[in-house]
């Protein structure tokens, strides 16, 4: 069964960036979007940002809106995460989930980020 293999969590301090980046295990097919959720502390999981593969639509969370960038590289159907000027707030296991045909999530990777 094919996994979202994700990377590119970590520690950080305020205003600091990182750059997440998932990955299919195997191959798969017919995605038509590809996106990145979070789940605060004690809070439910959350749309962070989403991109189309074919049209390039993204869409982001207001919070994030300015400081995180959603991109893609469809023929290595990947999906990444760039997030600048991090907050505390941000703090949360991030999760990447692809939609098409079949859905798939991310096993999840965790972001911290200390004031």
């Known amino acids: 069964q094919v996994q979202l293999v994700e990377s590119g969590g970590g520690f950080v301090q305020a205003g600091g960036s990182l750059r997440l980046s998932c990955a299919p295990s195997?191959?798969?097919?017919?995605?038509?979007?590809m996106g990145w959720y979070r789940r605060p502390p004690g809070k439910q999981r959350e749309l962070v940002a989403a991109?189309?593969?074919?049209?390039?639509?993204?869409n982001y969370a207001d919070s994030v809106k300015g400081r995180f960038t959603i991109s893609r590289d469809n023929a290595k159907n990947t999906v990444y995460l760039q997030m600048n000027s991090l907050k505390p707030e941000d703090t949360a296991v991030y999760y990447c989930?692809?939609?098409?045909?079949?859905?798939?999530w991310g096993q999840g990777t965790q972001v911290t980020v200390s004031s």
């Open positions: 195997g191959r798969i097919f017919s995605i038509n979007a």
């Open positions: 991109i189309t593969v074919g049209g390039s639509n993204t």
């Open positions: 989930h692809y939609s098409g045909y079949m859905e798939y």
